[in-house]
């Protein structure tokens, strides 16, 4: 269920929040990413401390790493140490993208980001569904066992399967594969009411339906496309919608131009696999009220640390001496205990693992007051204001 709070006059944005079954969710809101049910380098305490109300953790991955053992899983709540958690699930539809063309193109989904190496295509999409191919052989994922996968592991929110396409993709394969996402939508619906032979929920007297399942809008960079399947699932009985697939660097607030005027207002909408400082406001701005990405965790384990002027690398040279905190007035633990960039610099030159756990630390915290202070904005009804002061001072 979703509450809209306060609506933004001179923008889309609005504040809510979003409950669930194990806790609620204040929007505009950021998902920290445990793709194997685990927020790498830190512990589900370091985590709520650091302000995390929301948590997204991957479907395909934990299908393909549990396996049989899948059917005795505990649910994700118990797994990851998060009883009040709010927990999402993406639905594999970005592997089908990144085993897929994402190799066979060599590009990330946001084009213009970096070129990679093209390599073999490990998909093989079929009405059906789609075959993955790896060194055991070929698996096959469709929407309805997709949807069974979803509710064993038993997020709150969970994800319709689609087929995310490459933003190299033309018009004629974009339309070929919003065709297919639009069926497996109605297929991930119609398994959604099948009741459901193991639920932890239900044995605990609560209510299965209590997993609220978002559609997936795609329709790569094409307008007429991008408006169809908004149009097409905004009509179906989803709880809320996820904006997936391709973006130009810069069409990203184009996009969500076209899409969101055409999903009901009242249902929370998701952007998936977005999280860069820009595109949290620029999606806010367009409506947005949830997103899920890697760089507060993974650019952490790797040096990379935010702050209010933008990214630094602390494994740079030029912070050796450096005896501040990542950021002065920074209310999370590394910064309140006083760890300063030159000793997180020599933990990573010793490859110190604490020094991924000190920055993830940061870095979570970081993006959830950011969060924070973007709802504070839109309730006061200064979002814009917030959004251009904060973005002049980054560097
Ligand atoms: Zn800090």
Not at 201 to 226: S, W
Not at 296 to 306: F, I, L, V
Not at 363 to 385: H, K
């Amino acid at each position: 269920m979703f509450d809209i709070l306060q609506k933004d006059k001179n923008s889309r944005a609005r504040a809510g929040v979003i409950h669930t079954s194990h806790g609620t969710v204040e929007t505009p809101s950021y998902a920290i990413v445990g793709t194997h049910a685990e927020v790498r380098a830190i512990s589900p305490r370091e985590l709520l401390d650091a302000k995390t109300q929301l948590v997204i953790a991957n479907t395909y991955h934990l299908w393909r790493t549990l396996g049989e053992k899948l059917d005795l899983f505990e649910g994700l709540h118990e797994r990851m140490k998060l009883p009040d958690t709010v927990i999402m699930t993406d639905s594999g539809g970005f592997q089908v993208f990144s085993f897929g063309f994402g190799r066979e193109h060599g590009v990330g989904k946001v084009l213009g980001g970096e070129k990679k190496k093209a390599s073999d295509n490990l998909t093989r999409i079929t009405e059906e569904g789609v075959f993955f191919t790896n060194e055991e052989g070929e698996h096959f994922l469709g929407p309805k066992l997709s949807m069974e996968i979803q509710k064993k592991l038993g997020a709150d929110i969970i994800f319709a399967f689609d087929e995310c396409t490459s933003p190299e993709h033309d018009y004629a394969y974009q339309k070929e594969a919003l065709g297919r996402t639009h069926r497996w939508a109605n297929v991930c619906l119609k398994s959604h009411e099948i009741p459901f032979s193991y639920s932890r929920e239900l044995e605990n007297g609560k209510a299965r339906d209590e997993q609220m399942l978002y559609g997936i809008v795609q329709g790569g960079m094409f307008e007429d496309l991008r408006k169809e399947s908004a149009k097409y699932i905004g009509a179906l009985p989803f709880d809320g919608f996820g904006i997936g697939g391709s973006f130009g660097e810069k069409k990203m607030g184009e996009v969500l131009g076209w899409v969101i005027p055409y999903l009901p207002e009242e249902k929370p909408r998701h952007l998936l696999g977005i999280g860069k400082i820009e595109d949290l406001f620029l999606g806010v701005e367009n409506g947005i009220d949830t997103f899920d990405c890697v760089i507060p965790t993974r650019e952490a384990r790797h040096g990379g640390a935010w702050t209010a002027k933008g990214r630094i690398d602390l494994k740079k040279n030029k912070f050796k001496d450096d005896g501040e905190v990542i950021e002065n007035g920074c209310g999370c633990e590394t910064c309140t205990a006083g760890i300063t960039r030159h000793q997180l610099r020599e933990m990573y030159k010793l490859k110190d693992l604490r020094a991924g756990t000190s920055v993830t630390i940061h870095n979570v915290y970081f993006f959830n007051t950011l969060m924070g202070r973007i709802r504070e904005a839109i309730q006061n009804g200064n979002f814009l204001e917030f959004k251009d002061r904060f973005l002049s001072q980054m560097r």
